[in-house]
């Protein structure tokens, strides 16, 4: 069975520092990553890297967020610094194979 399970969310004030974890098991992966979703909003990709290496960004975190992968524990995971209000979401890890699967999702709250 494919899992993928989070950690690593909580409460920071804007300025401060997370980082999540995704661990995942069951499957080897392509590409993982993170999106992340606030109420009311569609889900936004932030990060993903690829079995090579290769990462990429979305606009609105690209040089404050880092997605770093451990290819031999089989996790993903994203140093998020500088987190501003506008950051506050569930975030989600995924990975790739013949299909996407996703974990349950974390919260990040960051108070102004």
């Known amino acids: 069975q494919v899992q993928l399970a989070e950690t690593g969310g909580g409460l920071v004030q804007a300025g401060g520092s997370l980082r999540l974890s995704c661990a995942a098991s069951?499957?080897?992966?392509?590409?993982m990553g993170w999106y992340r979703q606030a109420p009311g909003k569609q889900r936004e990709f932030i990060a993903m890297i690829t079995s090579s290496g290769s990462t990429f960004y979305a606009d609105s975190v690209q040089g404050r967020f880092t997605i770093s992968r451990d290819y031999a524990k089989n996790t993903v995971s994203l140093q998020m610094n500088s987190l501003k209000p506008e950051d506050t979401s569930v975030y989600f890890c995924?990975?790739?194979?013949?299909?996407?699967?996703w974990g349950q999702g974390t919260q990040v709250t960051v108070s102004s």
């Open positions: 995924y990975g790739d194979n013949i299909r996407r699967y």
């Open positions: 069951g499957s080897i992966f392509n590409a």
